[in-house]
């Protein structure tokens, strides 16, 4: 199942990250921010990083659209403001490893709705709530 994540900034432009397509004009700079935390994860002592160290995408990595929509988001927001991300699929354990880092690290708290759950991710933890309806619409 090809998967899309999408992160709206503050003025109502559409950031959208499918599985097959890595366009979003700031590309290059989501992809450096993503290998610095992974690099700061790793010398923490977490050991499943080695697929966020690669620059190029791969489409087996399917979380990968997940992991870049709340990478741009923080990038593009304030300190403390809540990161929300819509996900088509459903959130993988490496994504959520990467949503629990941020949020501890830089003390943000994450929203994240995939197909059943909302996960809340604040101050390294995750709790999680299932949505209504299985449309994201």
Not at 15 to 21: G, R, V
Not at 34 to 40: H, M, N, R
Not at 91 to 119: G, N, Q
Request: proline content about 2%; aromatic content about 6%.
């Amino acid at each position: 199942m090809q998967g899309n994540s999408v992160w709206v900034d503050g003025m109502g432009n559409v950031h959208s990250f499918p599985t097959e397509n890595r366009s979003d004009a700031q590309s290059i700079e989501i992809c450096l921010k993503l290998k610095a935390i992974a690099i700061e994860m790793s010398q923490q002592g977490f050991s499943q990083t080695t697929h966020l160290m690669s620059p190029n995408f791969s489409d087996e990595m399917q979380c990968r659209h997940n992991e870049l929509a709340i990478v741009c988001a923080l990038i593009n927001t304030n300190k403390g403001e809540t990161i929300h991300v819509l996900n088509s699929t459903y959130i993988s354990s490496h994504c959520h490893l990467l949503a629990s880092f941020i949020s501890k690290t830089a003390e943000r708290k994450i929203m994240v709705r995939d197909l059943k759950y909302l996960h809340v991710f604040e101050e390294g933890k995750c709790s999680r709530r299932p949505v209504v309806s299985n449309s994201l619409d």
